[in-house]
């Protein structure tokens, strides 16, 4: 698929990885919808971007709100072509600490937004893209890119929510891309490692530093538009189509 003239559904939108793949695909022709929480980044990022690019806030765990920024992206931009789903939390917790055990909250909200976010985003999405004319030679409607990560093979102490949660991600992957592949949807995962994202660039250089050292090759972290550069590829090769593709120089994650 033609990333020019599509429109493109991107959650997690205001930093980051999402932030990272607003800007690849806006520079490459797309009208792009930037789905997140953090008003002032994401109205700022629209801004800058110019009138091809818009800003929703969005909690994507929330039904209502995913329904109605989609109704907002298609009164604006037209039918939906792209989504990626990006948002999400890390928010780590042992199974038992000092405290005692893992309040099951913790683990519901790590799950509820990582998990069942990137469900609901893509099943509502997939319900509109149903409804347009495919756009490719292949009969392809939309193509759907999910995130997991490598905590989903390899989680370390303290991810027993985020490993669950990125793991869920991995584990519906083929199935949905079954469910959708007779609509001409194409569904795909993800599996970035340390990627120099906001979170890891909060840490003391040395950290990062020791981090690096951990990845096979080539030995520093990854950036945000390589993850960006790998979903672009995603959407313009028709053939690839229910994966899952680890993004992270060759590391196997250790214990901690």
């Known amino acids: 698929m033609d990333i020019a003239n599509k429109v493109a559904v991107i959650t997690g939108g205001a930093s980051g990885l999402g932030e990272a793949t607003v800007e690849r695909f806006c520079g490459l ?14 109205s700022a990022l629209a801004n800058r971007l110019g009138e091809d690019v818009a800003y929703f806030n969005v909690n994507v765990a929330d039904e209502d709100s995913v329904a109605a920024a989609l109704e907002g992206v298609k009164a604006r931009f037209g039918d939906i072509h792209i989504c990626c789903n990006y948002a999400g939390v890390g928010t780590p917790g042992r199974t038992l600490g000092r405290d005692g055990a893992l309040p099951l909250a913790h683990f519901k909200r790590v799950v509820d937004i990582n ?25 392809c409607r939309g193509v759907i890119i999910n995130t997991a990560s490598v905590a989903a093979y390899e989680g370390q102490i303290g991810q027993a929510a985020y490993s669950a949660s990125k793991g869920g ?5 083929l199935p949905i891309a079954r469910d959708l592949s007779s609509l001409g949807i194409r569904v795909n995962t993800i599996a970035p490692g ?3 994202t906001p979170m890891l660039k909060g840490l ?14 080539p030995k520093r972290l990854g950036e945000a538009s390589e993850i960006a550069q790998v979903a672009q590829s995603i959407v313009e090769n028709d053939y690839i189509n229910g ?11 250790q214990p901690k």
């Open 29 to 42: 022709g797309a009208k792009v919808a930037i789905f997140d929480l953090n008003d002032e980044a994401g």
């Open 115 to 139: 998990l069942v976010g990137t469900f609901n985003v893509l099943r509502l999405v997939a319900e509109q893209m149903a409804t347009h004319d495919p756009v490719t030679a292949d009969g």
């Open 169 to 173: 991600v991995v584990g519906m992957t």
């Open 194 to 196: 340390l990627i120099s």
């Open 204 to 217: 003391p250089e040395a950290a990062q530093a020791s981090l690096a050292t951990t990845v096979l090759f």
């Open 243 to 253: 994966e899952v593709i680890r993004m992270d120089g060759g590391i196997r994650m």
